[in-house]
């Protein structure tokens, strides 16, 4: 089975087993995860009903408050027009609300920042691990670097003594059957130390291999910014593909989802990579009709439309 159609049945699977949400690709400090699994924190329901959207981290890293309104451009650390951009977003994602004071913009926080998630989970996708391309090289890395609780290899083949003696130990290890969802560990995940500070592998020579200490206060910081970016994205494909061919729907066993089918070529197709007018199928037509948003509501518990983006527009046409 191809990378794409494995991933997203890995993410149909791990969301409807999970309490919390699931991202796809997110770049992290030097690499991009296929999966990441967000484990709700205490307050995971106020960060829900706060905003459907990526807060900006400069905001919630800043000076501004709930109490005080404070002028962006001396509360975010960051150069004035930089501010200002951060400020507005936080103001759209509905975490800051804006008001005058005399020729300038103050803004505040329209609630406390919530302590939403407990773990973060690095899931790496290999449905055949005789092909294993950088594998063993990316989970050293992840491991070195523990901003991820736990680690899991996810393959579709069987696992032999030989490739478990190549991956490291505390990395756990999956075997998923993607027709049926169905889920073997073979090998449970072993915790990593967040709260320490983590190696980062860089470059690679024969002579040297860069490293470099990546404190804990970096990498809690580092996991915020993963945190809200898995919140915002999500692990769904942004659109389905404009043509007639196209289908919205699940793997088999969660068929009501709305996920980029393609008839013609009888498998999940990444729109962005393999639709367009080069396709030898492809027939323009209108997108078949979906609401990925209204899926992931459903199915999870994110809310794409929650009390707090009330005041988000309030603020904004006040300006
Ligand atoms: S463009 Fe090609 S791959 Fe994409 S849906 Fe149409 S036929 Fe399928």
């Given at each position: 089975?191809?990378?794409?159609?494995f991933e997203?049945a890995?993410?149909a699977?791990l969301?409807?087993?999970t309490?919390?949400?699931?991202?796809?690709?997110?770049?992290?400090?030097?690499?991009?995860?296929d999966?990441v699994?967000?484990?709700?924190?205490?307050?995971f329901?106020e960060?829900?009903?706060?905003?459907a959207?990526?807060i900006?981290?400069?905001a919630i890293?800043?000076?501004?408050?709930v109490g005080?309104?404070?002028?962006?451009?001396e509360?975010?650390?960051?150069?004035p027009d930089?501010?200002?951009?951060?400020?507005?977003?936080?103001i759209?994602a509905?975490?800051f609300?804006a008001?005058?004071?005399?020729s300038?913009?103050?803004?505040?926080q329209?609630?406390?920042?919530p302590d939403?998630?407990?773990g973060?989970?690095?899931?790496?996708?290999?449905?055949?691990?005789d092909?294993?391309?950088?594998?063993?090289?990316q989970l050293?890395?992840d491991?070195?670097?523990?901003?991820f609780?736990?680690?899991?290899?996810v393959t579709d083949?069987y696992v032999?003594?030989?490739?478990?003696n190549?991956?490291?130990?505390?990395?756990?290890?999956?075997?998923?059957?993607?027709e049926?969802?169905?889920?073997?560990?073979?090998?449970?995940?072993?915790?990593l130390?967040t709260?320490?500070?983590?190696?980062?592998i860089?470059?690679?020579?024969?002579?040297?291999?860069?490293?470099?200490?990546?404190p804990?206060?970096?990498?809690?910081?580092?996991?915020l910014?993963?945190?809200?970016r898995?919140?915002?994205?999500?692990?769904?494909?942004?659109?389905?593909?404009?043509c007639t061919?196209?289908?919205?729907?699940?793997?088999?066993f969660?068929?009501?989802?709305?996920?980029p089918?393609c008839?013609w070529k009888?498998?999940?197709?990444?729109p962005?990579r393999e639709?367009?007018p080069?396709?030898?199928?492809?027939e323009?037509?209108?997108?078949?009709p979906?609401d990925?948003?209204?899926?992931r509501a459903e199915k999870?518990?994110?809310e794409?439309?929650p009390?707090?983006a009330?005041r988000t527009q309030?603020?904004l046409?006040?300006?």
């Amino acid at each position: 089975m191809r990378e794409f159609a494995f991933e997203l049945a890995v993410a149909a699977s791990l969301e409807a087993a999970t309490d919390g949400l699931v991202a796809r690709q997110l770049g992290t400090r030097d690499r991009i995860v296929d999966l990441v699994e967000i484990e709700p924190g205490p307050d995971f329901s106020e960060r829900t009903s706060l905003t459907a959207e990526p807060i900006p981290p400069l905001a919630i890293e800043s000076a501004v408050g709930v109490g005080t309104a404070r002028d962006p451009v001396e509360a975010i650390d960051t150069d004035p027009d930089h501010a200002r951009s951060v400020a507005d977003q936080a103001i759209e994602a509905g975490f800051f609300t804006a008001e005058r004071r005399g020729s300038r913009r103050h803004v505040r926080q329209t609630a406390r920042y919530p302590d939403w998630f407990a773990g973060l989970h690095a899931y790496e996708n290999k449905p055949d691990l005789d092909r294993p391309g950088d594998l063993e090289r990316q989970l050293r890395k992840d491991v070195s670097l523990a901003l991820f609780d736990t680690v899991t290899l996810v393959t579709d083949s069987y696992v032999t003594g030989a490739h478990r003696n190549r991956i490291p130990e505390v990395v756990g290890i999956v075997r998923f059957d993607a027709e049926h969802g169905e889920t073997t560990v073979i090998r449970d995940a072993e915790p990593l130390s967040t709260e320490t500070t983590g190696i980062a592998i860089g470059e690679r020579s024969p002579a040297r291999v860069d490293i470099e200490p990546i404190p804990s206060e970096r990498k809690t910081a580092l996991r915020l910014r993963l945190a809200e970016r898995a919140y915002g994205k999500g692990w769904r494909p942004d659109g389905l593909p404009p043509c007639t061919q196209a289908d919205a729907r699940g793997p088999p066993f969660a068929s009501d989802d709305a996920l980029p089918y393609c008839q013609w070529k009888g498998r999940f197709v990444h729109p962005t990579r393999e639709c367009g007018p080069d396709c030898g199928g492809h027939e323009a037509a209108e997108p078949p009709p979906a609401d990925i948003d209204a899926v992931r509501a459903e199915k999870t518990p994110w809310e794409p439309d929650p009390p707090g983006a009330g005041r988000t527009q309030t603020s904004l046409d006040d300006f």
